[in-house]
């Protein structure tokens, strides 16, 4: 017997895919488009000296601090950090403690924005992989018996 899913329930699936797409979307490292980068979500790359001066703080051999930031004077930003990237690869997360960085031992600042093309690009796989999937295991719902009948009574008893 062959059942085919309910039109209810291949919405709702679809439904649940795209907005799962859409609230976690892909986001990327930009050059800052506004003047004023105050509560942005940022990414600070630090200098080699930086990264001495900053070690009491952040850690030693840190390369880049994430984090919103809450000030930036003309001196230093102060950032709600949120994860520092160390030069050899390995990240920690950090809970919104605030730091203050000299704007001397910065030397780029990248800001945090969602990316449409990424987030199109994931959204096209996902689907041609979910379609993959459907063709590979999805057969015609059915299943066979021993002795080859499909256990609907049309085979032998």
């Given at each position: 017997m062959h059942r085919s899913k309910s039109p209810l329930i291949a919405a709702l699936t679809a439904l649940t895919t795209l907005?799962?797409?859409?609230?976690?979307?892909c986001y990327g490292y930009y050059q800052p488009i506004a003047p004023n980068l105050t509560g942005h979500q940022l990414q600070l790359s630090i200098t080699d000296s930086g990264?001495?001066?900053?070690a009491p703080q952040v850690?030693?051999?840190v390369d880049a601090v994430d984090?919103?930031?809450?000030?930036?004077?003309?001196?230093?930003?102060v950032v709600s950090v949120t994860g520092v990237r160390r030069r050899d690869g390995i990240e920690n997360e950090w809970k919104g403690e605030s730091v203050a960085i000299p704007h001397a031992l910065v030397s780029?600042?990248?800001e945090r924005r969602f990316s449409r093309a990424r987030t199109t690009l994931f959204a096209v796989a996902t689907t041609i992989a979910m379609v993959a999937v459907k063709h590979a295991f999805g057969?015609?719902?059915g299943a066979t018996?021993?002795?080859?009948?499909?256990g609907n009574g049309?085979?032998?008893r």
């Open positions: 907005s799962s797409l859409i609230t976690t979307g990264s001495v001066v900053l850690g030693f051999q984090g919103r930031l809450v000030t930036d004077s003309a001196s230093r930003y780029t600042v990248m057969g015609a719902g018996a021993p002795g080859g009948s499909t049309g085979g032998p």
